[in-house]
């Protein structure tokens, strides 16, 4: 099949993932087999298979499509093998990152590396292992000192000698970088600058195959829920989200997941790092969609506000993280879905997390940061973010903005094929949204 053949196949995959029923799940199904058997040759067609079986395995219409997709996702690295070396750095861009088969390298906290090393820096699989990556170690010098008080015979090279080889000391030693950040404190270790080549190759950390446990997975036999399905009023009236707090080891063990899904996108989330594993929370929002959410150690404490952090999961898959902060009954959110899934039931979930975290906290007004919105943050304004927040009911507070909002909405409201200028959104976006909730758990709009 050609290049441009294959491009077909995967304009066809792309369309199937919105259509519902029987036939459609059929077609899906026929369509992943022929892709799976290709041979492909483009790296960024390889790519766009990858990140729809990866959407079509989190928003299955059936379970032969949820069936397939696993297995073709855990079987994706057959597929990167056959590309050649500079196509595989391609696949390590920070907005492809992750695809099983694939390498990262990176710096990562302490905590983070501390994770990683935990869990893969023993690992005698060369295709699963976490390690220095020395050859882009620019400074490896910076860990003289520390090497040197560590390892017996080395402090006369750190002394004396005018070119150590630490990276010829450190594996005459047969040390790991488990061994390094277990006996480097974090303050020093993060100054080092340590870069971490990870070589994902069949580990479950890889995008492709990561996965929390699920005894039931929600099917989409029908329309995906729109923000026109959706009302923060009607969503407040209904009755309790059920949480409960995890045991030790199960807290454990998301966190691992939640530092995986993290580190392979190139992202470190404050609350992720310092994670309050006592009290870990898990909330099942329904439609197949789970949270795992949490507070930052005692001395991690913000100063002035109250923290929250977690990472959600739609049948499984990760799909996207938030991150709360809040005083006075009055709480931020920093919503991220990832860029795979922004076809998905979006709104449904925004409504979702600010119900679960009034009941958790009691927050009576939500507030969305003006970076959320657009401001310096050129993906927000692509997307149009502003109007997502303004159509579920958060208004600006500054009178000028508002303003020039009931402008826009008037001239979207008179032509059907009117879109909002860059320049428009960017101003839209210069102060945060608000939406409260009063005292009956009913929305009002402030």
Known sequence: ???????????????????????????????LKQA????????????????????LRAYPQDRRVLNLADKILFGFG??????????????????????????????FSHVFTHSLARRYGNATRHD?????????????????????????????????????????????????????????????????????????????????????????????????????DVSVADEFSRGKIRVRRLDQRPAQEVWDVIVDASAVRYRELYGFEYPDLANIFHAD????????????????????????????FKNGVPVGYVECMWANQRMEIGFNLYYTFRQGETAWLYVRLMKLFHQQYGVTSFSIDPYQLGHENEEAIASGAFWFYYKLGF?????????????????????????????????????????AVDSHTKAAVS
């Not at 290049?3 to 026929?30: I, M, N, P, W, Y």
């Not at 500079?86 to 710096?107: F, K, N, R």
């Not at 090497?147 to 750190?158: R, S, T």
């Not at 826009?408 to 101003?427: F, Q």
């Open 36 to 55: 799976s058997q290709q041979q492909w040759c483009e790296v960024q067609q390889l790519i766009r298979f990858h990140e729809i079986v990866l959407y």
């Open 78 to 107: 057959k597929h990167v093998r056959q590309m050649p070396a500079d196509a595989l750095l391609e696949m390590e861009e920070p907005e492809v990152s992750g695809i099983a088969s694939t390498a990262m390298s990176t710096y």
């Open 395 to 435: 208004l600006p507070e500054n009178k000028a903005v508002a303003a020039l909002a009931t402008r826009e909405m008037e001239k979207i409201s008179a032509r059907s094929d009117y879109r909002t200028p860059a320049p428009t959104l960017r101003k839209l976006a210069a102060g945060a949204v608000v939406v």
């Open 1 to 31: 099949m050609s290049v441009v053949h294959r491009k077909r196949l995967l304009d066809s995959l792309e369309t199937a993932k919105g259509q519902f029923g029987a036939q459609a799940a059929g077609r899906v199904v026929s369509l």
């Open 285 to 312: 929002l329904g439609r197949g969609m789970d949270i795992y959410f949490f507070g930052v150690q005692k001395e991690w404490k913000l100063p002035s506000r109250e923290y929250v952090c977690g990472m959600y």
């Open 128 to 228: 699963n292992a976490v390690e220095i990556d020395w050859e882009n170690f620019a400074h490896p010098e910076r860990l003289g000192r520390t090497l040197a008080k560590l390892i017996p015979g080395a402090f006369e090279d750190w002394a004396i000698a005018p070119h150590t080889d630490w990276r010829k000391i450190y594996h005459q030693n047969r040390l790991t970088l488990a061994w390094l950040v277990e006996h480097v404190n974090a303050e020093v270790f993060d100054l080092f600058e340590v870069p971490i080549l990870w070589q994902l190759g069949s580990t479950n950390a890889s995008r492709s195959r990561t996965r929390i446990s699920r005894k039931e997975f929600f099917y989409h036999d029908g329309p995906f829920l729109t923000r026109k």
